[in-house]
């Protein structure tokens, strides 16, 4: 069997799963007693264990049984939920999500997970169990293994329409057929043997799932599950009759909730859940077949995309798109209006299929969000503190290519907020706090921006000691310290060379290793700003471009060159006089509303050759900004707004000062992008 071409799905579909397992597991912790997330982290590891015993990998189905065994036992009240179990559940899932990522970087998947299987074993022989709950434990009926199989092989659906069909007088039966070694056409007996059981009953379950059988994709025994009236050897002499079947084995499946009344009033919330279950389903039979073809519609709505195929899509549409500015220019040329009306067609065309294409490069927030919860319990409680996170806006989406930056920055700020922002809990009382901090994770949209807050009611920045690191690093001399505002100064711990063992003890180790969450964060086209109250808390605020592919610039000349200046940091333009620019420290600058702005002369930046001298009565400036920072950007004249393709430079060139990358304008010619962020700074 080729099993290859399903890794892919195999890897993704892991993933989920056991993010879903991550995320059950912390919240059992807030609420021990509900049984329904038991019963959802069951279902994912379940369904790992099948998919991972399909694909071959025996050491990950291994480990997720013995987990499946642990929580089968919380669900049954054998045992009950502390955190010390938890923590052992949470190594397995940690032992599963590394083997899932040796295979998602071809490797075998094994690994040594002796430690969490023993520790598993333990739990699961009641050596944990806390002595408040060993009554329970006693009192409880041991499941047979017949009806242990049961829960263990079906999810909750299959095992409501099991109860309702025995309601109804129905048997449930489960069919093992083994057709002999020297059978030929497999699909073709199969398809014989489900059409005797459609004439018995009804086949709700086969294993393997029917598409693998139809494809002769097992060796030679399967597994049926069928509702029927009639008897076990009625239906197994029946299956015997098909040529070429070796052996039929027939068994009723027997279900937990079949045992006697006296057990059964031994454990009420086991049934106060079932309950709960079946009330939640319809008792029709055929309102089961609707809502099972319903569920079924409903996935098909969504499909798999190899990133990859979104990105060869994405640099077609890049191209069509230089290809449209060409079009419009020589449509402009011509002057002719049948081809300025196709034209213009075209590009509303290839607008909206520009909004699709970037929309499909869209990702939840969510998903790098999802990481956290996780690693925040297990700082907290390796740091000693009681720390709760807060996550609003999940569902704000991002291009993936910022996705896939953004997740470091984010584990390094909120390490800080945690490992040093929020005190420990006997310092809180001190300080008139509640024991438990708080550290919120925010994102929302704001124009074509995406923001991303991280915010803790920690101790916050001393002002004082940071200004008086950054003069003794030299970062700063003390003349200048005296005009910076709090913001300027909070933004000095994200200066390279601020990261030291003294820093971490005397500023709340706000500075280790910022520099380089800035550096990130500024090369994918974003910004960071950090506002504190000393006691109060910390906010990291990020500013992210929804997308970097493609980009609206104003475009601008400079002597006969062009240059594009992204829209996003420009406030607006200005034509100003000679006569108002003024000078103050050795630099140009207008008044500019009230403000004092300075002066940036592209021309001498960039060192453009002119051709000779010109004596301008009029400026053209383009005020752009950067956070509370503001510069005009002087050019000889202005071309206009434009949609362009953001390119990259190589390697060769990947350090020009104040580029950020290049674009192919409609004629043909390069405009290099101007990076605005790095002229203010």
């Known amino acids: 069997m080729e099993l290859n071409q399903y890794l892919e799905v195999f890897i993704e579909e892991s993933k989920e799963h056991l993010q879903s397992c991550n995320d059950h597991l912390l919240e059992l912790e807030k609420n021990p007693d509900n049984l329904s997330i038991v019963n959802e982290i069951f279902r994912s590891a379940h369904t790992l264990k099948g998919m991972s015993a399909t694909m071959g990998y025996e050491d990950l189905a291994s480990l997720t049984h013995k987990m499946e065994n642990v929580l089968d036992a919380i669900r049954n009240g054998r045992i009950a939920v502390v955190p010390e179990i938890l923590d052992v559940v949470f190594l397995a899932v940690d032992h599963l999500e590394e083997m899932v990522q040796s295979i998602a970087s071809g490797g075998d998947g094994k690994r040594d997970v002796s430690d969490a299987v023993a520790k598993l074993q333990l739990i699961e022989q009641g050596e944990t169990t806390l002595s408040g709950n060993a009554e329970k434990k006693n009192s409880l009926p041991a499941a047979s293994e017949a009806e242990q199989a049961a829960y263990n092989d079906f999810d909750e659906f299959e095992l409501t329409v099991i109860r309702q069909s025995k309601e109804q007088g129905f048997g449930a039966y489960q069919a093992t057929v083994a057709l002999r070694e020297d059978c030929l056409l497999k699909a073709a007996r199969v398809y014989m043997i489900f059409e005797v059981l459609e004439k018995s009953g009804e086949v709700i379950k086969a294993s393997p799932p029917v598409e693998q059988l139809e494809e002769e994709n097992f060796d030679h025994e399967f597994t049926v599950v069928i509702l029927s009236k009639e008897s076990p050897e009625e239906i197994m002499a029946k299956i015997m009759k098909v040529a070429e079947v070796e052996s039929a084995v027939v068994n009723e499946i027997l279900l937990l909730e079949e045992s006697t009344a006296e057990d059964r009033q031994n454990q009420p919330d ?226 390279s060379g601020f990261s030291t063992a003294e820093v971490i003890s005397d500023i709340s180790g706000r500075g280790v290793g910022l520099d380089v969450v800035k550096n990130t964060i500024e090369s994918l086209g974003g910004s960071i700003a950090i506002d504190s109250k000393e006691n109060e808390g910390t906010i990291f605020s990020i500013q992210l471009p929804l997308t970097l592919s493609i980009i609206s610039v104003m475009l601008v000349e400079i002597e006969k060159e062009k240059y594009a200046i992204p829209l ?114």
């Open 270 to 495: 086991q049934d106060s859940v079932t309950e709960t279950l079946v009330n939640e389903q319809t008792a029709s039979p055929q309102q089961d077949e609707k809502r099972s073809e319903k569920k079924q519609n409903h996935a098909n709505k969504t499909i798999r995309v190899n990133i990859e195929r979104l990105d060869i899509l994405m640099n077609l549409f890049e191209e069509l798109v230089i290809d449209r500015g060409r079009l419009e220019q020589i449509s402009r040329e011509l002057n002719n209006s049948e081809l300025h009306e196709t034209v213009e067609r075209m590009s509303r065309v290839s607008g909206d299929l520009q909004s699709i294409i970037l929309n499909m490069r869209m990702v939840p927030v969510e998903t790098v969000f999802n990481r956290f919860p996780r690693m925040i319990r297990q700082l907290a409680r390796d740091l000693d503190k009681k720390i709760r996170l807060d996550i609003i806006g999940a569902e704000t989406e991002l291009d993936r290519t910022v996705i896939d930056e953004i997740g470091d920055p984010l584990v390094h700020l909120l390490r800080n907020s945690v490992d040093h922002g929020v005190e420990k809990p006997e310092e809180r009382r001190r300080k008139g706090k509640s024991e438990e901090g708080t550290v919120i994770l925010r994102a929302y949209h704001s124009g074509n921006h995406v923001f991303i807050e991280i915010e803790d009611d920690g101790a916050g920045i001393s002002k004082e000691k940071v200004l008086e690191k950054a003069i003794s690093k030299g970062i700063i001399t003390s003349q200048a310290a005296e005009g910076f505002s709090d913001r300027q100064v909070y933004e000095l711990i994200l200066s």
């Open 568 to 681: 996003t940091s420009i406030i607006e333009t200005a034509i100003v006089k000679s006569g108002d620019i003024l000078n103050a420290h050795n630099q140009k600058v207008i008044d500019f509303r009230g403000k004092v702005v300075p002066l940036l002369f592209l021309k001498e930046i960039f060192e453009v050759p002119a051709d000779g001298e010109k004596d301008e009565q009029f400026h053209s400036v383009i005020i752009v900004r950067k956070g509370d920072k503001m510069a005009g950007l002087v050019v000889d004249s202005f071309i206009g707004q434009q949609e362009v393709v953001l390119k990259g430079l190589g390697n060769f060139l990947n350090n020009v000062f104040a580029i950020s990358g290049a674009t192919i304008l409609g004629d043909g010619k390069v405009a290099l992008i101007v990076d605005c962020n790095a002229l203010i700074k």
